[in-house]
């Protein structure tokens, strides 16, 4: 837990896209192997958490929604399975859901507009907002 802490500081705190894209693969690579971890439950509420600084660097923001992604996309690691943690994936898309509307005043900027739409698309539940939002503007 220490560990994914520090490197949540290190993408939130992140200079450069590389530094972002660093932080944001060693994340992905250690509750979104094949399967999420436990670890994605408490990750998804600090992404949302984050996003609400509508300041953060592009390349932050950028990278906290490309791991949202592969979060929301996931379902639980058979380890964590077999443990009898179960609905991982479910469990992070509940949590995503919460700050929706993060996620749709993402949408609506220029340059964070696809990133945010993969995430829209797997957590909302109301395909009409979707679809009336969904199109970039002219």
């Given at each position: 837990v220490q560990y994914g802490t520090q490197?949540?500081?290190?993408?939130?705190?992140?200079?450069?896209?590389?530094e972002a894209v660093g932080a944001?693969?060693?994340?992905?690579?250690?509750?979104?192997?094949?399967?999420?971890?436990?670890?994605?439950l408490h990750v998804v509420p600090v992404i949302m958490a984050a996003?609400?600084?509508?300041?953060r660097p592009s390349w932050?923001?950028?990278?906290?929604?490309?791991?949202l992604y592969w979060i929301v996309h996931g379902?639980?690691?058979p380890e964590e399975e077999a443990r009898g943690v179960k609905s991982i994936g479910e469990r992070c898309r509940e949590l995503a859901r919460e700050g929706i509307w993060l996620l749709y005043r993402e949408l609506l900027r220029e340059?964070?507009?696809?990133?945010?739409?993969?995430?829209?698309?797997?957590?909302?539940?109301d395909r009409a907002r979707i679809a009336f939002y969904g199109s970039p503007s002219p």
């Amino acid at each position: 837990v220490q560990y994914g802490t520090q490197v949540c500081r290190e993408l939130l705190s992140a200079n450069s896209v590389e530094e972002a894209v660093g932080a944001r693969d060693t994340l992905e690579s250690r509750i979104v192997p094949s399967g999420l971890f436990e670890a994605a439950l408490h990750v998804v509420p600090v992404i949302m958490a984050a996003l609400v600084d509508a300041e953060r660097p592009s390349w932050v923001r950028e990278s906290l929604l490309e791991l949202l992604y592969w979060i929301v996309h996931g379902d639980s690691h058979p380890e964590e399975e077999a443990r009898g943690v179960k609905s991982i994936g479910e469990r992070c898309r509940e949590l995503a859901r919460e700050g929706i509307w993060l996620l749709y005043r993402e949408l609506l900027r220029e340059d964070m507009h696809e990133a945010a739409k993969e995430v829209i698309e797997i957590i909302d539940r109301d395909r009409a907002r979707i679809a009336f939002y969904g199109s970039p503007s002219p």
